[in-house]
């Protein structure tokens, strides 16, 4: 009796599971490697990835390849595998976050491949050659392109936030939702493979939230919903320019009065306040509380 109650239990895991991708329409499926240990690691890969009629994980501990299943309509294995990796599980396009690793179970603790990052800053140097044969000046030029690389990454991600903002200032919801759209598209665009390891792991911090908001701007008319969005986009902008090299001085700025007393912040590219919470009613309402060069 008890083999058989496994007998249908296995095959009543199985139906769910074809009647989930039966669900995906548009269905595309691809094989990738993600790191992992164990069940536990399979439950929290596969927790991770799927999303009701949209996209399925099936990971497979002992090879460590999954398979993606997914609406190409409605997302992409980066996407996939971006949540995989917020939830603590490298894989061979996205490194966890370190802190988030850390926090795994010891019995999920895999072994990590080698960052990206720093196998670029590496290449086409003899780490055993002697110190006399190194280039130092092709060197400094490298790590000079290698930071130019980093920057531009994220640049038309800080200046398309910055046209949001200046969109918000004027109260004109039509250019603030262009400008979003912008933003979202520049989010995408961003290789993370380019960014320094800071970057990296706060990029995979708030990339969700960032795409999150910037769609939600660009898809209001409304620039009441336009603001409040704009005010969580910023604190995960500001979480971005405090680790990236910024080529001017950036200002973090304070509002006090929005959002019933309890304040909200924004970064501009001027000392000068102009309060994109209230725009004309209130321009100058707000100070600068830090400077972030």
Known sequence: ???????????????????????????????????????????????????????????????????LTYDGDKTNQDEILKRIALAGYDSEKFRA?????????????????????????????DMNAGHGNHDHGQMAASANKDAAQNRSQLKAVFDNYFSVKDALIKTD?????????????????????????????????VMQDLTANAESISKSK???????????LSGSIYTLAKVS?????????????YNGGKGANWLSKENAVKNPYYGSQMLTCGSTVETIK
Request: hydrophobic share 40%.
């Open 97 to 125: 976050p370190d802190d988030v690793y850390a926090k795994l179970a010891g019995c999920c603790q895999y072994d990590r491949p080698v960052k990206t990052v720093a196998k670029n800053k590496e290449a086409g140097m």
């Open 173 to 205: 919801a039509a250019t603030a939702s262009a400008n979003a759209a912008e933003l979202a598209a520049s989010l995408k665009a961003v290789d993370m493979n380019k960014l320094s390891a800071e970057e990296h792991t706060a990029w995979m911090k």
């Open 1 to 67: 009796m008890k083999s058989l109650s496994k007998i249908v239990m296995v095959i009543a895991v199985l139906l769910s599971s074809i009647n989930g991708f039966a669900q995906i329409k548009n269905a595309k499926t691809e094989t990738v490697k993600i790191y992992g240990n164990c069940g536990m690691c399979k439950t929290t890969i596969e927790k991770a990835g799927n999303v009701k009629k949209v996209a399925s994980v099936d990971w497979n501990k002992d090879t460590k390849m999954a398979t």
């Open 222 to 232: 409304d620039v009441a919903k336009q603001r409040s969005a704009f005010a969580a």
């Open 245 to 257: 090299k910024q080529d001017t001085p950036v200002y973090y700025q304070h509002c006090p009065m």
